[in-house]
């Protein structure tokens, strides 16, 4: 595959996951952030030390990233809601819209986990993808050639196998389709659902009955 197959691949997929947000998950789509300019791209692949693949640097063009729930200025309370149908909670789920429930890091926050969470020894990594409602203590992160992989709190780092153009696209099939699509291990489990109020996207692994059960009780619905 060529850069600019890369980066055509990549955006073809993204615009076709942003397309059915815009038309089924409105709350999802208005959290994201406007787009990164080549200065800030710049910025970070310095600080990283490793340029982005293409692909990826074409995405932060396009957005810099998910904005948290704690953006939200009419967010009523001062903790963690105890109700996870509270609007806040409904607003931190939605913010997890890719495969896998991880949010998009947006550039500032990759280059803070990338500081924090990568032992230097393995070579850089840009964490590109992170559980936000589990405070990013697990994602996923790319390497310079676009392969995916993960890492979690106390945990090695591990090579999932597929490149970022591969989730992506699968992502954009199972939001058109009925096939499930490349959750947390690389394996093909994860379903789409949309939240209480109808506009929020979040996927869950189909192999943890007991989350999906959960967050269903809370009134998410498969999409």
Do not use: K
Not at 28 to 41: G, K, W
Not at 72 to 90: K, L, M, N, Q, S
Not at 99 to 125: E, I, K, M, N, Q
Request: with cysteine.
């Amino acid at each position: 595959m060529t850069e600019a197959d890369g980066v055509e691949q990549v955006t073809a997929a993204w615009a076709r996951i942003e397309q059915w947000l815009s038309e089924h998950a409105s709350l999802t789509r208005r959290m994201l952030r406007p787009p990164a300019d080549e200065r800030a791209i710049r910025d970070a692949e310095d600080r990283i030390g490793v340029a982005f693949p293409p692909g990826l640097r074409a995405l932060y063009a396009s957005h810099d990233g998910i904005n948290e729930a704690g953006h939200y200025a009419d967010y009523p309370h001062e903790t963690v809601p105890p109700d996870p149908a509270d609007p806040y909670w409904v607003h931190e789920n939605a913010s997890c819209f890719l495969p896998g429930g991880f949010g998009w890091l947006p550039l500032g926050a990759a280059v803070g986990t990338a500081g924090s969470a990568f032992d230097p020894g393995v070579g850089p990594r840009i964490p590109f993808l992170a559980d936000l409602t589990d405070a990013c203590m697990y994602g996923i992160w790319v390497d310079g050639d676009g392969n995916l992989g993960t890492w979690g709190d106390a945990m090695p780092l591990q090579d999932l196998g597929f490149t970022l153009t591969q989730y992506l696209t699968s992502a954009a099939d199972a939001l058109e389709g009925d096939e499930p699509a490349i959750g947390r291990e690389g394996i093909e489990d994860a379903r789409p659902f949309i939240s209480p109020t109808g506009d929020g996207l979040r996927w869950l692994d189909q192999d943890a009955p007991e989350i999906i059960d959960d967050h269903e009780a809370d009134g998410w619905r498969p999409a």
